[in-house]
């Protein structure tokens, strides 16, 4: 990977790929690939990398870095926004080359993977966690003989019980776990929460959105905050690929099998949501997801038990129970 220095030119050329960008393409898609850019160039500041003209390999270091959040069509859209940027400003196209087809492809194969295989963190699983996080568990690595004291135990297991609740609740994705402040909490007068996500994936205006948490939520937080927590201060202090780790750990030591991850709140919300009745247009307002394609595969399930032919069995079930006289009588042999 190339280290240059930031310079006055590659100013210029950013000014003239946002211009560039802002002329060629429908509004929405130039939004979009906008945000891309610019989510693209500030992890390139950070890496001290001036982006453009970027190269094949930083753009392949950039995907599999974004991976570790992101789901498989941010990962396409990510590098079509920079493949866009570079062709509007009249510079080559590093997105164009095999080696980032060749690891977008992987990336994207890992990432459904995943996804795919994500256990619901349902009510049920989080009572199972609540009532083992704090127990003490061993140590990995070279001292996996070693166990945590109690008190290690239970701090640990309150900031796990914190995370599955808080996610849940919100359904938050971890990335947004990860970010989130104590000043993004306030409390209601009922003892209910409101959460502000400031910006989102899906939220590409950077609108935000406040976020309802249940009482018990509130109360997990509590038991997590420091008397000397500020608001700015992050309230898990844990990146996403830690938050996941975490969930996975305390899935397993409740004696639950599956593929437990930072999506697994998520997923077992939205499942609990649509056994409760609750419709995919509401789900995917409460779960701020802009296609109903995502919600609805995690609960096809529960969309089953309320579709049109379980509605039909019950309405005859009830019909059986008020009308006895409707049940089928036995076939009789009329052959004599």
Excluded at 46 to 51: V, W
Excluded at 146 to 173: F, K, N, P, Y
Excluded at 206 to 234: C, V
Excluded at 238 to 249: D, F, K, T, Y
């Amino acid at each position: 990977m190339r280290m240059v220095e930031a310079n006055r030119l590659s100013m210029i050329d950013r000014v003239r790929v946002e211009k560039a960008l802002s002329s060629s393409l429908a509004a929405r898609t130039r939004n979009a690939y906008l945000s891309h850019w610019k989510a693209f160039e500030d992890w390139a500041v950070q890496q001290d990398y001036a982006a453009p003209p970027a190269t094949p390999e930083f753009v392949a270091a950039h995907l599999a870095y974004l991976a570790e959040t992101v789901s498989a069509s941010t990962l396409r859209v990510r590098r079509a926004a920079i493949g866009a940027a570079h062709r509007a400003a009249g510079l080559p196209d590093p997105t164009a080359s095999e080696l980032v087809k060749r690891v977008l492809g992987g990336l994207v194969r890992q990432v459904g993977n995943a996804q795919r295989q994500a256990s619901p963190l349902t009510a049920k699983v989080l009572d199972s966690v609540r009532a083992t996080a704090c127990l003490r568990r061993s140590g990995g690595g070279p001292v996996r003989q070693r166990r945590e004291s109690s008190v290690t135990a239970r701090r640990r297991g309150l900031v796990d019980i914190a995370i599955c609740s808080t996610m849940r609740d919100a359904l938050l994705r971890r990335e947004e776990a990860a970010a989130l402040t104590w000043g993004d909490i306030s409390e209601e007068t009922d003892g209910s929460g409101r959460l502000a996500v400031r910006r989102a994936k899906t939220d590409q205006e950077g609108n935000g959105a406040i976020l309802y948490l249940g009482q018990q939520a509130m109360r997990d937080l509590a038991a997590i905050k420091s008397h000397s927590a500020k608001p700015s201060d992050t309230v898990f202090q844990l990146s996403g690929s830690q938050i996941s780790r975490r969930i996975a750990a305390a899935a397993r030591a409740a004696g639950l099998t599956g593929e437990y991850s930072g999506h697994s709140p998520r997923v077992g919300m939205a499942q609990d949501l649509a056994a409760h009745g609750i419709s995919l247009p509401e789900l995917m307002q409460v779960g701020r997801w802009s296609s109903s394609s995502m919600p609805a595969r995690y609960i096809r399930s529960q969309s089953a038990a309320y579709g049109g032919i379980a509605k039909y069995y019950a309405a005859q079930s009830n019909t059986k129970l008020k009308n006895p006289e409707f049940e089928a009588a036995p076939l009789r042999d009329t052959a004599s």
